[in-house]
Every structure is written in C-alpha cells, then in structure tokens.
C-alpha cells in the first residue's frame, strides 16, 4: 500500500478515475448527448492538470504547455462542427486538420534545425495521427453494438494505455502518468455509453484524441527519443480493436457488453509486442 501511495502516476490516476465517474454519473442523470460528448476532453483536462499542477499561460511556451491547448482548440473546432455539419467528410476533414494542426504546432521550434529525417517522421506522424482519429470517430459515428460511443472511447483509452511504455522508453516520465491517467478515464466514460448508447459529438474522439497525439507528437518531435519502429504498432491499436469484434462469434456479437470486452482486449493486444521489443532494443529505464 506504502508503495502504491509512493507512486507519482497515482494522484493522476485516482483524479482521472474519480472525474470519469462522476462525468458518467452525470451523464447518465442528465442523458444530455453534450455531457456525454465533452466528458472524455474534460477527463483529459484534469489529468493534465494533475500531471503538471499549472495552467499554462497564452501563448504557451514549451511543448508540453502546448498540449493542453492542442485538445482545447480541436474541442471548440469539433463543437462548431457539431452545430454545423455533422457528415463523415466533415468529421474526417476536421480530423486530418486537427492532426497537421498538432504536428506543426509542437514541431514548429525545431524546424530551424530540420533534416530529411524530421521532415519525413512530422509528416508520418501528420498523417498517420488523421488516419488513427478518422478510424477511431468513424467506430463513434457507426451504430452500436458493433459501433458507437463506448467502442470508440475503449479504442481512444487502449491507445493511451499501450502509448504509455513508449513513453517511458523515450524519457518522458510524465506522459506516462498522463496516458494512464487517461486511458482508466476514457474507459470508465465508454462504460456511460455501453449503460446507455447515445450519439456521441465529434468533441469527444477529435476534442480527446487531439491532446493524444499532442503528447505523442511531443515525444516524438521534441524529446526525439520515441522509438519509431514500435510506434506504428501503436496505430494499429483501432485496426485490431475492430478485427476483435468480427472474430466474435455470431451469438456473442449480439450482447453489447461482450463487443465491448472484445473489442477493448484486442485493442490492447499490440501491448506485450510493444513492451517486448522496448526492452530487446533498449535499454530498461526503470534500472537505474
């Protein structure tokens, strides 16, 4: 217990916990769709908060204080979108635009120093960042069981989870907390989605999803320490999350619940992959 309390990922990890429940007790109450919708950017908030106890000031200065802004404007970006068009085009648009976004935001301090190598991993991760929230909000726009709200946010929270040793395995000790964090708190509001499906606003994967890709992209690009062979494995997250679900037998894909499980354990999967080939191509950073 001593050393669970010791731990500096818990207080991240119980104030995510603790806002997720509360936010799906809410939205159960209210049943209101923008409750719902706006929980998971709200969970990620406050993990951010927790993570580094300050409210960065504007303009941001550093990477890190540029995250936080990243989900913001893609949460009023994709809110807009909600009021004004709600079509798959339009989503998938706002997504690619969110992701470039991120990437020359964060990347914008290191373009003096640019070679060949960060200009090809900016636009991967550009690319490959759109196509991730694309698959994930189309899995929210789709109909449940096999679709929706609580499919999408269990992909966005496995995302998180399996992001995290890369993470440490690139020097960042506090995107690690930050990623679990978020991940137990994506997973509990998708539970408010499998308890009552509702449509879920593009504020939630694109508003959440684009502070995601604000920490990857900080690795990535300013720590540059990210490993880039493992991280693709990372994108195949929502890809194998839905081959889970038609593995499923026919029986089982009637039940929501069991779509749910299914679904989230193979979004997971790439996570023993991921852990094995840090520790074969690494040093361990956890033996010092």
């Given at each position: 217990m001593g050393l669970l309390l010791e731990n500096p990922f818990t207080p991240i990890f119980l104030?995510?916990?603790l806002a997720?429940?509360?936010l799906l007790v809410v939205t159960l109450l209210t049943k209101s769709d923008l409750v719902a919708s706006l929980a998971p950017v709200a969970v990620f908030l406050i993990a951010y908060f927790e993570t580094y106890q300050k409210v960065p000031g504007f303009p941001p200065i550093g990477a890190t204080s540029k995250i936080v802004y990243v989900a913001l404007f893609a949460a009023v970006a994709s809110l807009t979108i909600d009021k004004l068009a709600h079509t798959r085009i339009v989503r998938a648009s706002v997504a690619l635009?969110?992701?470039i976004f991120a990437v020359v935001w964060i990347g914008f301090p290191r373009l003096a120093e640019s070679d060949a190598e960060f200009i090809a991993t900016a636009i991967g991760l550009a690319v490959v960042g759109a196509f991730v929230l694309w698959r994930v909000d189309g899995v929210a726009m789709a109909q449940a069981p096999e679709g929706g709200g609580a499919i999408a946010l269990a992909f966005l929270g496995a995302l998180a989870a399996i992001f995290a040793p890369v993470a440490l395995f690139g020097g960042s000790s506090t995107s690690v907390g930050l990623c679990l964090g978020?991940?137990?708190g994506y997973a509990i509001c998708s539970i408010a989605h499998l308890l009552a499906p509702r449509r879920l606003g593009a504020v939630a994967i694109l508003g959440a999803g684009a502070g995601f890709l604000a920490i990857v992209d900080t690795i990535v690009l300013i720590t540059r320490r990210a490993d880039l062979v493992v991280l693709p494995i990372v994108a195949l997250s929502p890809l194998l999350g839905?081959?889970?679900i038609w593995m499923l037998s026919g029986s089982t894909r009637r039940r929501a619940v069991w779509?749910?499980?299914?679904?989230?354990?193979a979004a997971l999967s790439p996570l023993p992959v991921i852990v094995t080939l840090l520790f074969l191509r690494h040093e361990n950073p956890l033996g010092n």
């Open positions: 104030a995510s916990i997720a429940i509360a635009a969110i992701s978020v991940a137990a839905q081959f889970g779509i749910w499980i299914g679904a989230g354990l």
